[in-house]
Every structure is written in C-alpha cells, then in structure tokens.
C-alpha cells in the first residue's frame, strides 16, 4: 500500500525495517501504529496544519483520521 510507504519514509522505517527486523506497517489498521505518526505530525507542524486530522481525533473516526494524516504528509513533504 503506497500511502504506508509514505507514513513509514515519514517515520523514518526504510523498506519497513524497524529494528533489524521487517515489518508489516499497519497505519491503515491500528491506532497503534498511527497515534505515533500523530504525535510526529504534531512536532513538525506549523499552526493551522493539524485543524483536519484534530477533527477526525475528537471523533475517534481512524479512517478519516489516516486520510487526514496522508494529507498533511503529502503537504509537508511537498513544502519542505
């Protein structure tokens, strides 16, 4: 899933390694691994950037919510 690829390059994972050892990433799945990516978002954002991925958090939505995070990805990536 190419939209996992781009989360893992984001989190720094090449070719899913995390640790020595592959990984299937699962942002799309799991709260568990998209709660991180969250958190890094969080730390690289600029005011304003976070409005639709908070929306879709207070309404605990994960699909929308990993939309919104491939978004600001794709947006942070295209202005850095």
């Given at each position: 899933?190419?939209?996992?690829k781009?989360?893992?390059?984001?989190?720094?994972?090449?070719?899913?390694?995390?640790?020595?050892?592959?990984?299937?990433?699962?942002?799309?799945?799991?709260?568990?691994?998209?709660?991180?990516?969250?958190?890094?978002?969080?730390?690289?954002?600029?005011?304003?950037?976070?409005?639709?991925?908070?929306?879709?958090?207070?309404?605990a939505?994960r699909k929308?919510?990993?939309?919104?995070?491939?978004?600001?990805?794709?947006?942070y990536?295209?202005?850095?």
């Amino acid at each position: 899933m190419k939209d996992n690829k781009l989360i893992a390059e984001f989190m720094g994972m090449e070719d899913y390694q995390e640790m020595g050892e592959y990984v299937t990433p699962k942002y799309h799945t799991s709260w568990d691994w998209l709660i991180p990516v969250i958190h890094k978002c969080f730390d690289v954002a600029e005011d304003g950037d976070m409005d639709d991925i908070m929306h879709h958090l207070q309404v605990a939505d994960r699909k929308p919510t990993y939309r919104a995070v491939i978004e600001f990805i794709n947006q942070y990536n295209k202005n850095k």
